[in-house]
């Protein structure tokens, strides 16, 4: 008896295998290959991230309708059933002589080869498929994105810039191209991951309408949605205010952006230096903002603001060095579709002295001075030394025309701008120890500049 | 009265010779935030930085004069062309320095291994058995023969005068409203914290209070009347000690010439 179970057992599963045969269909050139069965179908590589979908065709092959009651794939993770299949629990039916399609899904979660069965009725298919490196994208929130999903810019004002950074990092052997497309998303220009390497992409989104827009960011040919909201909205009334030393040579000052009422949306935008010397006057490269080094910098208002922000150093002012060349320094503020411009001029003026020291020392008095000449064109220096009595020494006013000096001195380091730093030394003869002081005199086109007696050390 | 100065000319030909009479305004060295060590150039209100001499920089102050810098191949003198006056001494980890009243070196206080380090003409040498008894908060060099710390003890700061000669304990006193960050000029001048204030306090207890809205954490000498203090933001000020004037430090975005 038991062996005669056995017997009938077999033939009702080869009856099941005579009635299906299962194929694979090649989508692109819509052609169809017969599935082995004693084989293992192996899909191909997927990067992380990626989704490969195999399409099954079910043929039926016998002479009667046959009822598909399992369709399923296991173990699940990497693999599943595609949305477009049946529900697990339900069944359908092919008629006879025809077929059906399904798709199963393989998208690996990490690097290694993860195999899988295919099970329809009594037929069972080995599939296989390997997870590769591919470059991945996160935003700085720590959210990764895999090819396909749409990331979020963000919402602004038509004409305004929003931004949001992504972090591209690159597992592979080679370069990885980055590359941003869409009318209102930026940037245009195109980035490269080294491998190995991870690069943050400031994301751009811009609206020139006010409506929902989409982008596409491109990573090493996989392509993922960037989409952004703009807006019409009240315009931002921006005024760039200067502290009261913006007009002097040789300070820091501050320039601040209140607005006329409070903003209603983000925006990001520029704050740029630039400055204009007087006449002929060389740039002064000093003239700079302290919190970036440069003369540019990145702004923010947020809703309800009733300022623009300062994205680096102090968040309510900016710091600027007025240099020590006059001219005009001028700012130009671009945020929220509004461009705001402000100017200081810093007029020529006296030669300012900073430190001014003499000291006696081995026969010689030695004055050192450091300060700023804002014309660069200092014409006279003239020192006049007294005696511990107050009285003058001989031979009196001791001047010279130091325009040939100076002029050589600017022409050779552009990087100072005016400022400048002298020693000059006195030969004496006599007691030393009776100079007392001595008054020191500055020229330039802006007249003469006098310090306070200065004390012989 | 016999005195008279020689003549004019030596004024003329001395600026004439514009590689050593008229120069860019030099204040000292200065880390930047790259750990290297910059030079430091301007004056009030307009600064920027030279060329790099030293990269890996862990530590560095600056007498104007001289730089002593702790770096990752050991301890370095620079002159005030950032040319080495010594061959990197082995040393590691965080340091403290004091100059001379004269701007030449004088002490390092390794932090890690609890070392006072003097400068000689024949480079550092370590002084023996100078223990100050707490954490060094600040050196000075107010004499030749002897050391002077700030150390934090029980959350109060005291100065402790060493002798160099054997590490012998010569003074110790407890200073009433310092807090730490503090440093201790060769003049004995003290310059901390407190409230919304720096305050400089001589050493006869007049105090000079400068309006300072950041938190300082660090302090250090880069150049002779220049202070810089780091905050717990972004922004790096230096103090200029005779004026009590504050400015911001340009952030350094890039390479400069010597």
């Known amino acids: ?457 | 009265m016999g005195m008279r100065f020689i003549s004019a000319f030596v004024l003329t030909a001395s600026l004439a010779a514009a590689q050593s009479g008229l120069t860019p305004p030099r204040i000292g060295f200065v880390r930047d935030s790259a750990n290297r060590l910059r030079a430091l150039l301007g004056i009030s209100g307009n600064f920027w930085m030279g060329g790099t001499v030293a990269r890996g920089v862990i530590d560095a102050a600056s007498s104007g004069r001289a730089s002593i810098l702790q770096t990752r191949r050991g301890l370095i003198v620079v002159d005030t062309a950032g040319d080495p006056l010594s061959r990197p001494f082995p040393a590691s980890g965080e340091a403290l320095f004091a100059f001379s009243d004269d701007g030449s070196p004088a002490l390092v206080w390794l932090r890690e291994s609890g070392r006072l380090l003097r400068w000689t003409r024949r480079g550092f040498i370590a002084v023996p058995a100078a223990d100050p008894g707490g954490s060094v908060v600040s050196i000075a060099a107010p004499r030749a023969s002897s050391a002077a710390f700030l150390i934090e003890r029980d959350r109060e700061v005291w100065r402790v005068d060493i002798s160099l000669g054997d590490g012998a304990l010569l003074f110790a006193a407890k200073l009433p409203g310092v807090s730490s960050p503090a440093l201790l000029l060769d003049d004995g001048t003290l310059l901390f914290a407190r409230n919304s204030s720096l305050v400089l306090r001589n050493p006869e207890g007049d105090e000079r209070a400068i309006a300072f809205d950041n938190a300082a954490i660090r302090f250090a000498p880069v150049g002779r009347d220049w202070i810089l203090i780091d905050t717990t933001t972004t922004t790096h000020l230096v103090l200029r000690l005779s004026t009590g004037a504050l400015f911001e430090l340009p952030e350094s975005t890039q390479e400069a010439r010597r």
């Open chain 1, 1 to 457: 008896m038991i062996p005669r179970l056995l017997f009938l057992t077999a033939a009702g599963v080869l009856g099941a295998f005579a009635q299906l045969e299962l194929t694979l269909y090649d989508t692109t050139n819509q052609t169809e290959s017969p599935l082995d069965l004693s084989q293992t179908l192996d899909v191909g590589p997927a990067a992380v991230c990626q989704t490969l979908t195999p399409r099954i065709r079910i043929h039926n092959i016998s002479g009667s309708p046959v009822e598909i009651e399992t369709l399923e794939v296991a173990p699940l993770g990497a693999w599943r059933k595609d949305s477009r299949d049946p529900l697990p629990g339900s069944s359908f039916v092919i008629s006879s002589a025809s077929f059906r399609d399904v798709w199963i899904d393989f998208a690996p979660p990490s690097v290694g080869t993860f195999p899988a069965t295919l099970t329809v009725n009594n037929l069972q298919l080995s599939l296989t498929g390997e997870g590769v490196a591919a470059p991945e994208v996160s935003d700085i929130g720590g959210k990764n994105y895999c090819p396909g999903d749409q990331i979020y810019v963000g919402r602004t004002q038509v004409g305004s810039t929003v931004q949001t950074v992504l972090k591209v990092t690159n597992p592979t052997q080679a370069p990885v191209p980055a590359l941003v497309s869409g009318k209102d998303f930026g940037p245009d220009t195109p980035s490269t991951v080294e491998p190995g390497d991870t690069q943050q992409v400031m994301i751009t989104f811009t609206p020139s309408i006010p409506n929902a827009e989409m982008g596409m960011l491109t990573v090493n040919g996989m392509a993922y949605t960037l989409a952004g909201d703009g807006f019409v909205g009240p315009l931002l009334q921006p005024s760039l205010q200067f502290s009261a030393n913006a007009g002097l040579s040789s300070n820091q000052a501050q320039v601040s952006i209140p607005l006329a009422a409070a903003a209603t949306a983000t925006a990001a935008g520029q704050l740029t230096l630039s400055f204009q010397p007087s006449g002929t006057l060389p740039d002064d490269p000093a003239i700079l903002l302290t919190a970036t080094g440069s003369r540019t910098t990145s702004v923010l208002v947020n809703p309800g603001d009733t300022a623009v922000h300062f994205q680096a150093g102090n968040p309510d002012h900016c710091t600027f060095q007025t240099g020590t060349t006059a001219g005009t320094i001028a700012f130009t503020l671009t945020i929220g579709g509004v461009t705001s411009t402000a100017s200081t001029t810093i007029p020529g003026a006296l030669v300012a002295l900073d430190l001014a020291t003499a000291v006696a020392q081995n026969g010689t008095v030695i004055v050192s001075l450091a300060g700023f000449d804002n014309t660069h064109a200092a014409s006279r220096l003239a020192f006049t030394f007294y005696d511990t009595a107050g009285q003058t020494i001989a031979p009196g006013l001791i001047q010279s025309d130091v325009s040939g000096p100076f002029s050589s001195y600017y022409a050779a380091h552009p990087e100072a701008g005016g400022a400048f730093s002298l020693q000059a030394t006195f030969p004496v003869s006599g007691d030393i120890s009776k100079v007392g002081g001595v008054d020191v005199q500055f020229t330039n086109p802006a007249g003469t500049a006098m310090t306070s007696r200065l004390p012989v050390h």
